[in-house]
C-alpha cells in the first residue's frame, strides 16, 4: 500500500480518477458510451478524441522540458502547420483526393520540422535562453501563419481531411489512434533506447552530461524538434477539427495548458527525470476538468479561472518550503505523542 | 615627425578613454543601439515615404497609441531586471479595464473605481510575487498562473465589451494639449510621469539599488538587504501597471473589452528586450524600454503607412528580437571578459 502511494504516478492519477467519479455521480450520463451506426458515443470518448492536439504538445514539451528547457512556440507551430496544410489543399483542384491532403499533410510537418531545427539551432548551438529563443517565433510564428493565409480564415470542404479529426476506426476516432501511436513512438524511444537516460542526464547536469561523453546538443536539437513536428501534426488535427486554418486562434494558450499538463504530472520544470505516463494522465485531467467546467455552465471563456487555482494548488503542493513545514508539525506531532506515551509508561510502574 | 607622434597619441587616449567607457558603461549600450536602431526607423521612413512621416501629428500619435504598452514595459522592466518575469501583464489590464468599466456602468464614482481597479491589478501582483518568493516557484509559472487568474476574471466580470460614458475618464483621451502643431493628452503624461517614477526609482533609491541587486545575485541577502520584500514588491508595481494601463486603454477605446490585450505580454517583453534590458537579470534601464516601445511603435505606425499587412509588425518585431539577443549577449561576454 505505502508503495502505491510513494508512486510518482499516484497523486495524478487519483486526482483524475476522483475528478471521473465526480463526474459519473453529477451526471449518470459521463460514464455512458452508446454504440451508433458502428461508432462509439459518449463524454468520455468525447475527452479522448478532444484531447488528441494537448496531448501531442504536451508529449513533445515534456522531451524538451526534461532537457532543462520549455518551448513556448508550439501554438504558433500550430498555426503555421495548419494554414500550410490547408493553403494546399484549397489550391489544389482536387480538394477531396486523397493524394493532395497526403502532400499537405507531409509539408506541414516538414514545415514544422525545419521550425523546430530552428529552435533547436538558437538554444543548442547559439546558446540562447530557450524562454526567449522560443519567444522568437512564438512572436514571429503567428504573422509567417497570417501571411501564408493572406490574413483570412482559409476555410476547406475535403473528406479526407476532415477524417483526420472527425473520423472513426474499429468504433474509436481517428484522432485517438493519432494520439496512441505518439505515445508510443515518444514512449518507446525514449524509454526502450538510452536516449530517455541521456535526454534526463542533459538536464540534471549538462555540463557533467558533457563531460561524460553526452552529446548534449544533438539531444537538446532533436527535443525541440520532436517538439516542433509534434506541434505540426497538432496543428493539422486542429485545422481538420474546425475545417479552417485561423492562424490567431489555432493553438493560443496552448503552451500554457501543456506546460500545465506536464507539471501536473510530476515531470520538473527543473528539468531531468521526466514521466510520458504522467504527462498523459495530466492532459487527461485537463480535458476532464474542461468538460466538467462545461457541464457546470460555466462559460468557457471562464474556465482560465478554475486552471488558476489548479495551478496554484499543484506549485504550492510541490513547494520545498510546504514540505519542510509538514514536515515539522509531523515531527511535533510524533514527539509530543513519543514524550506522552513514556509518560504512561511512568505512571504504570 | 612630432605631428605624426602626436596624433598617434592623441589616438591612443581617445581609445583608451572609448574603452573605459566600454568596460564602465557596458550595460548601457544596448540601449544606445535601440537609440540608434529608432533612428535608423525614423530616417528610413521618412525616405521611404518621401518625407510623410516625420510630422508633429505622427509623432504625437505615437505616444497617444502606445501609452498603455509604455506603462506595462515600466512595471516589466522592474520584474525583468529582478531576473524574473510577469506573463499576466496583458490579462491583468484587460481585468482592471473591464471592471473599471463595470463599475462606472453601475454608477460608481471614478474617485473610488479607479483606485479599486488599481488595488485589483495590485493584488493579482502581489500573489504572483508570494508564489515566486514564498513557495519557491519559478516566476514563469506564477505569472501563468496570474494570466490565467486574470483573464478569467475579465471574462467572470462581463463576456462582452461595456461601453464607457463618464466623462472625467474619457477625458483622459479627449483633451489634447497643444503646443503648435504637437500635442499630448493625458495618457501620454501620465505614461511618462510613469516613466520618470521608474526611472528614478530604480536610479536614485535603495528599493532601486535593492532591485538590481537581485538580479545580479541571489545570495545578496547576506548584505542586509530585504531580498522578500523586494521581490514581491516589483511584481505588485507590474501589477498596478497593469491596472493603470487598463485605465489609458479604456478610455483610449472608450471600451472594457475583455479579450483586450491577448499576447500583449509578448510586446511588452519584446520592447524592454530591445530596451536594453537583459532577461537574465541585473541589468536595465526604464528609458532604455521608453526607447523599446517607441521602436516597437514605430515599426507599427510605418507598416500601416506603407499599407502592408500587420502581420508584418510580428514578423520584424520577432527579427529584431533575435538581433538584439545577439547584441546582447556579444556585449555581455565582451564586458565579462574584461572584468
Redesign the interface.
Known amino acids: 500500500m505505502r508503495s502505491v502511494v510513494k508512486h510518482r504516478l499516484f497523486w495524478p492519477v487519483a486526482a483524475l480518477v476522483s475528478l471521473i467519479v465526480i463526474n459519473s455521480v453529477a451526471r449518470p450520463r459521463f460514464a455512458s458510451i452508446v454504440v451508433q451506426d458502428g461508432r462509439l458515443y459518449g463524454a468520455l470518448i468525447d475527452i479522448l478524441r478532444n484531447s488528441a492536439p494537448l496531448l501531442l504538445v504536451s508529449l513533445g514539451m515534456t522531451v524538451v522540458i526534461a532537457t532543462r528547457g ?1 518551448d513556448l512556440s508550439v501554438g504558433a507551430v500550430m498555426a503555421v502547420s495548419g494554414a500550410v496544410a490547408l493553403t494546399i489543399i484549397d489550391d489544389s483542384t482536387v480538394a477531396n483526393s486523397l493524394g493532395s491532403v497526403l502532400v499537405a499533410v507531409a509539408a506541414a510537418v516538414l514545415v514544422s520540422l525545419v521550425l523546430g531545427v530552428w529552435n533547436g539551432f ?1 538554444v543548442s548551438a ?4 530557450p ?2 529563443a522560443t ?10 501563419a ?2 501564408i493565409t493572406g ?1 483570412f480564415i482559409t476555410t476547406v470542404n475535403s473528406t479526407p481531411f476532415e477524417f483526420i479529426a472527425s473520423g472513426y476506426v474499429l468504433l474509436l476516432p481517428f484522432a485517438f489512434f493519432i494520439s496512441v501511436a505518439a505515445i508510443a513512438v515518444v514512449g518507446l524511444t525514449e524509454r526502450r533506447t538510452a536516449l530517455g537516460v541521456l535526454t534526463e542526464a542533459v538536464g540534471i547536469n549538462p555540463e557533467a552530461s558533457r563531460l561524460a561523453g553526452v552529446r548534449a546538443r544533438g539531444i537538446i536539437w532533436s527535443a525541440y524538434a520532436a517538439s516542433a513536428v509534434l506541434s505540426g501534426i497538432a496543428g493539422i488535427i486542429y485545422a481538420s477539427n474546425i475545417k479552417a486554418a485561423d ?1 490567431n486562434a489555432a493553438g ?1 494558450f496552448i503552451e ?1 495548458y501543456a ?2 499538463a506536464v ?1 501536473l504530472g510530476g515531470t520538473s ?1 527543473m528539468g531531468g527525470k521526466f514521466s510520458v505516463a504522467g504527462t498523459v494522465v495530466g492532459v487527461l485531467i485537463i480535458q476532464t476538468l474542461e468538460s466538467t467546467i462545461l457541464f457546470l455552465g460555466v ?1 468557457s ?9 489548479v ?2 494548488v499543484v ?2 503542493v510541490q ?4 514540505h519542510s513545514v509538514v514536515r515539522h508539525l509531523f515531527h511535533v506531532v510524533r514527539s509530543r505523542r513519543a514524550s506522552d506515551s513514556t509518560r504512561d509508561v511512568e505512571t504504570a510502574i | 615627425m612630432t605631428t605624426l607622434e602626436r596624433v598617434g597619441s592623441t589616438r591612443e587616449s581617445t581609445g583608451g578613454y572609448y574603452h573605459t567607457f566600454l568596460s564602465r558603461h557596458a550595460s548601457i549600450l544596448p540601449t544606445f543601439a535601440a537609440v540608434a536602431i529608432l533612428i535608423l526607423l525614423f530616417i528610413g521612413a521618412e525616405i521611404f515615404l518621401r518625407g510623410n512621416f516625420i510630422s508633429p501629428g505622427n509623432i504625437s500619435a505615437l505616444l497617444l497609441d502606445n501609452a498603455y504598452l509604455l506603462i506595462l514595459a515600466v512595471g516589466m522592466t522592474f520584474v525583468i531586471v529582478t531576473a524574473g518575469i510577469d506573463l499576466s501583464v496583458g490579462s491583468v489590464m484587460a481585468f482592471t479595464g473591464i471592471w473599471l468599466a463595470k463599475m462606472l456602468e453601475a454608477g460608481t464614482s471614478p474617485a473610488i473605481a479607479i483606485p479599486a481597479s488599481l488595488i485589483g491589478g495590485a493584488l493579482v501582483g502581489l500573489l504572483i510575487g508570494t508564489l515566486v518568493q514564498f513557495f519557491d516557484v519559478q516566476p514563469f509559472i506564477a505569472s501563468l498562473a496570474g494570466l490565467f487568474l486574470a483573464r478569467g476574471l475579465a471574462f467572470v466580470v462581463s463576456l462582452s465589451s461595456i461601453k464607457v460614458e463618464t466623462e472625467s475618464v474619457l477625458w483622459l483621451q479627449s483633451t489634447r494639449i497643444r503646443v503648435g502643431a504637437w500635442y499630448i493628452t493625458p495618457t501620454g503624461i501620465l505614461a511618462l510621469l510613469v516613466v520618470a517614477a521608474g526611472a528614478y526609482a530604480m536610479q536614485y533609491t535603495r528599493f532601486g539599488r535593492t532591485t538590481y541587486a537581485v538580479g545580479g545575485n541571489r545570495q545578496a541577502a547576506l548584505m542586509g538587504l530585504k531580498v522578500a520584500r523586494t521581490t514581491v514588491a516589483v511584481y505588485v508595481i507590474s501589477g498596478v501597471c497593469g491596472g493603470l494601463a487598463g485605465l489609458v486603454l479604456t478610455a483610449y477605446s472608450g471600451a472594457g473589452y475583455p479579450r483586450n490585450g491577448v499576447g500583449t505580454e509578448l510586446d511588452v517583453i519584446a520592447a524592454v528586450v530591445i530596451g536594453g534590458t537583459l532577461l537574465t537579470g541585473g541589468r536595465g534601464y526604464v528609458v532604455g524600454s521608453l526607447v523599446g516601445v517607441y521602436v516597437y511603435g514605430t515599426i507599427k505606425s510605418i507598416i500601416s503607412f506603407m499599407g502592408a499587412e500587420q502581420s508584418w509588425t510580428q514578423i520584424v518585431i520577432g527579427a529584431l528580437l533575435l538581433l538584439f539577443i545577439g547584441v546582447q549577449r556579444a556585449i555581455v561576454a565582451r564586458s565579462d571578459r574584461r572584468t
Open positions: 520549455i538558437l547559439l546558446g540562447i535562453q524562454i526567449i519567444l522568437v517565433l512564438m512572436l514571429a510564428g503567428r504573422g509567417v497570417l501571411l490574413g492562424a493560443q500554457l506546460i500545465l507539471v520544470l462559460p471563456a471562464q474556465s482560465p479561472v478554475f486552471f488558476a487555482f495551478v496554484m506549485v504550492i513547494s520545498p518550503r510546504l
